[in-house]
């Protein structure tokens, strides 16, 4: 029996043949775990489970770094997969105990996101947090600066001290406006 093969599962095979098997195992284990999901609403005259609706609208398109990436057609279907990820991924787990799945993430077919870009943004994301942190402490240093420079019992800071002061605020500033 011949299977057809899309031009990029073509290409996945051509240029790594031990992705491309591994990504299959874990694409018919995706669909063979995601099918056993049940509906408890559902009666029992449904043509299709649940699960079996989920298996169909969704297909596996990497695994990096233990975090499965999956594609819907609809975002609703996104909903009902991260009500059931424990089972899946404990599925998954039982089925290929050799793959190291911790996680599931989600996207919805047409976008091109792709794992590293979602951890670009977390990047992304935590430096502003981290930039936020150090104006702030910033300023209350130059508070603290500005208070004690009013004082009349100032002590006189030496020269080469001063000089490394200005030199590590420096870098500070200069490294934090580069990233």
């Given amino acids: 029996m011949n299977d057809i093969m899309s031009s990029s599962d073509i290409m996945l095979k051509v240029t ?3 992705a491309y098997k591994e990504n299959k195992e874990i694409s018919s284990v995706w669909k063979s775990v995601v099918s056993k999901v049940k509906n408890y609403n559902a009666s029992n005259d449904d043509e299709m489970t649940l699960g079996e609706k989920l ?4 297909r596996v398109i990497e695994l990096k770094n233990g975090v499965l990436l999956v594609e819907t057609d609809h975002p609703g279907w996104i909903q009902y997969l991260n009500f059931h990820k424990k089972f899946i991924i404990n599925g998954i787990k039982m089925a290929i ?11 919805v077919a047409g976008s ?10 977390s990047v992304k994301k935590n430096r502003e947090i981290l930039e936020k942190k150090l104006d702030e402490q910033e300023k209350a240093a130059r508070k603290y600066v500005e208070k004690s420079g009013s004082q009349k019992n100032n002590v006189e800071i030496p020269a080469e001290i001063a000089a490394k002061f200005d030199s590590i605020i420096k870098n500070m500033l200069t490294n934090s406006e580069n990233k």
């Fill in 16 to 18: 790594n043949f031990e």
């Fill in 112 to 121: 091109e996101i792709s794992l590293s870009e979602r951890y670009e943004d």
């Fill in 97 to 107: 105990p050799d793959v190291k799945i911790t996680s599931l993430a989600f996207r």
């Fill in 55 to 58: 298996a169909v609208n969704t």
